[in-house]
């Protein structure tokens, strides 16, 4: 399916970690559907929340490497981005997250990253990882099953 049609009834969209580092690393196998994101993003068609956790996951290299201006580009894509939620975590999301962890056997982080896509009125979580189809509490868009 084209994520045009994916992304139709969709407003608001969490981004895990693989779509920002794709879009911010200009990944050739995935910059151009990640950029239908951002573009939407851009022209206020559609809004993206992220998390404390995709901040951390997309700084460990930059941090790792000592890329400064990396560490300072994906913090102000993730935090300050145009269209762009910075959702914290509280104690009913992290509740939430202990809630999914339990039911799906998701990692910690994974849950932690869906509770706040539901707790913020997601309507899609966009990733690349496969396996969080099993999560049923909102739609699941995993960048390998797209085309452009």
Wanted: overall charge negative; some cysteine.
């Amino acid at each position: 399916m084209k994520i045009a049609e994916r992304l139709q009834t969709v407003t608001r969209v969490f981004l895990d970690t693989a779509p920002v580092i794709y879009y911010v690393e200009a990944n050739p196998q995935y910059r151009p559907i990640v950029e239908v994101i951002f573009d939407r993003l851009d022209n206020g068609a559609l809004t993206a929340v992220t998390s404390p956790v995709t901040l951390a996951e997309c700084l460990v290299f930059p941090y790792r490497l000592g890329k400064s201006e990396a560490v300072q580009g994906f913090s102000d894509l993730i935090v300050n981005g145009s269209g762009t939620e910075f959702v914290l975590i509280d104690q009913e999301t992290a509740k939430k997250a202990a809630d999914l962890r339990a039911r799906y056997n998701l990692s910690l982080t994974d849950a932690f990253q869906i509770a706040v896509a539901i707790a913020s009125g997601c309507d899609a979580f966009l990733t690349n990882d496969i396996a969080l189809k099993r999560v049923t509490e909102l739609a699941v868009i995993v960048l390998d099953e797209v085309e452009l």
